[in-house]
């Protein structure tokens, strides 16, 4: 998408062949009032009738530009207006912000404009429209690529940070946010808004050297002309060559994570400690897609990489490194554990279930007292084949029962006869289905040998063996 646009006819039928959307769909569009978003808009709204697409513009004011701020805030909504459009109005003050959150002012203004596009979102969906027919647009060009780019080249990026914006990501809402424009020259956006006499409003703050994209824009990209006259071109034939290779390596790194999956709960990912052995590429992929589950994305850098390689080889059964916004990376002798910023996180076990033919099964393979294995059949008879997604690891509840020769047993009465104090009776974890209780591991000072549920046994007729495994989170 990234040769250059002819005619404002081609902005058209780039952004309806982009794939990036598709009939029916709402879309959340940020509408600043500067030719990149305009030109999105009335693009959109030429698509609208043929795609039957329905359009949110949100415009956020950073309340920084003072009457000129107020200016574009009043065009925009008299552009809604003309075309029969509603657009909701976001106004905050940035700079305070920014001081409160100890961030830049252009951080703190994506923040807010992001939070803004996803509350919208979010509105759309509660009225009864399916999250997957709802998107963010935001007018991201082939000029923006370039700067980010040679922003993240200044920093020390990879080989990721090479491959620029993506046209397409999911937020940490699960929305789709999508970048149509990003395949077009700033040039050819200027010429369709003047063809279409659009008039769109001018930031004069943008040809100010006083942000370092500014600076870049401004200063960097007209020096490095002198060395390349088509350096933008350059810059962005080295972003998708780098996201092609960026795109095979995540593919790969798939295989690397399902390999040395151990375990998961809510605020903790587990690794088998062999992740170590895989190639750098792919072992640290691995552990990006975990924290990216666990809601670390954007912040781990190559430093922190590094440090948690120091924390695999070391021979430390307990080594961790701490990462940004409370999280971290440990070992727990052969297991690695990615963490997330949870008070009671270190609380909650981690559960794996595995299924096998019998005569593969060896008990000698699991830790003693924190796995269990039953008759895959009997559970599948008494529960359905899904039953092991009706597995869960929690506390006591009421009506809890286990299983055993002699039939039922409340947990309530287990822990009376066990002597278990009262406040820690909650603090016990159990693998369950429904109230029927699987298995209590084994834990230090509380249970002194596991207990399980003795209706599902192995036995010399079993086919399938069910293994549950609790990895303790402590």
């Known amino acids: 998408m990234n040769d250059r646009v002819k005619s404002e006819d081609t902005i058209c039928k780039l952004v309806e062949n982009s794939g990036l959307i598709e009939d029916e769909q709402h879309i959340v569009l940020g509408l600043s009032g500067g ?8 693009v959109l709204k030429r698509l609208s009738d043929k795609k039957r697409i329905h359009i949110y513009p949100v415009h956020v004011n950073h309340m920084i530009r003072g009457k000129d701020a107020d200016r574009d805030q009043a065009y925009v909504k008299a552009l809604c207006k003309e075309n029969g459009i509603t657009c909701r109005i976001v106004r905050f003050n940035c700079k305070e912000t920014a001081e409160e959150l100890g961030v830049t002012t252009e951080e703190a203004g994506r923040m807010k404009r ?3 596009f996803a509350e919208t979102a979010k509105n759309i969906e509660a009225g009864g429209t399916d999250k997957s027919k709802i998107v963010i647009a935001t007018a991201h060009n082939a000029d923006d690529q370039v700067e980010t780019i040679l922003f993240r080249i200044l920093r020390g990026t990879g080989i990721d940070g090479l491959s620029g914006m993506k046209e397409l990501r999911r937020d940490k809402s699960g929305f789709s946010v999508i970048k149509p424009l990003l395949g077009v020259r700033k040039a050819d956006i200027n010429r369709y808004c003047e063809e279409k006499s659009l008039n769109p409003c001018k930031d004069n703050t943008n040809e100010q050297a006083i942000y370092d994209r500014n600076r870049i824009r401004l200063e960097l990209i007209p020096y490095l002309k002198k060395y390349n006259p088509n350096i933008e071109e350059g810059i962005l034939r080295l972003g998708n060559s780098a996201r092609e290779d960026s795109e095979l ?7 690397s994570y399902d390999a040395h999956f151990a375990g998961e709960n809510p605020f903790e990912i587990i690794f088998d400690e062999d992740l170590k052995t895989v190639a750098a590429p792919f072992r640290r992929r691995a552990v990006a897609r975990g924290f990216a589950k666990l809601g670390l994305e954007d912040d781990v850098s190559f430093s922190h990489y590094e440090l948690m390689d120091k924390v695999m080889e070391s021979d430390s059964p307990s080594a961790s490194a701490d990462l940004p916004k409370g999280y971290k990376f440990s070992r ?7 963490t997330a910023p949870c008070e009671n996180s270190r609380k909650i076990p981690l559960l794996r279930t595995e299924k096998m033919a019998a005569e593969f099964y060896d008990e000698a393979e699991y830790e003693k007292g924190r796995f269990a294995a039953f008759d895959a059949e009997l ?3 008494e529960y359905g084949a899904d039953f ?11 009506g809890d029962f286990l299983s055993g020769k002699t039939g039922r047993k409340k947990i309530q009465d287990l822990f009376v006869d066990e002597k278990i104090p009262k406040m820690v009776r909650d603090e016990i974890f159990l693998a369950a289905i429904g ?9 230090k000072g509380v249970f002194n040998k596991a207990r399980y549920n003795g209706k599902y046994f192995l036995s010399e007729d079993t086919k399938n063996a069910f293994i549950i495994e609790i990895f303790s989170a402590v």
């Not at 030719?35 to 009335?42: G, I, N, Q, R, Y």
């Not at 390596?249 to 295989?255: A, F, P, T």
């Not at 727990?332 to 990615?338: C, G, N, S, T, V």
């Open 35 to 42: 030719p990149d978003s305009v030109c999105l808009f009335d």
């Open 114 to 116: 992001y939070e803004a």
């Open 249 to 255: 390596l995540e593919e790969c790194s798939k295989i």
């Open 332 to 338: 727990r002798y052969d297991k690695l554990a990615l």
């Open 379 to 381: 559970l599948e008879k």
């Open 388 to 398: 092991d997604s009706l597995i869960e690891v929690r506390s006591r509840k009421a």
């Open 435 to 443: 109230n029927e209780i699987l298995f209590i591991p084994m834990e």
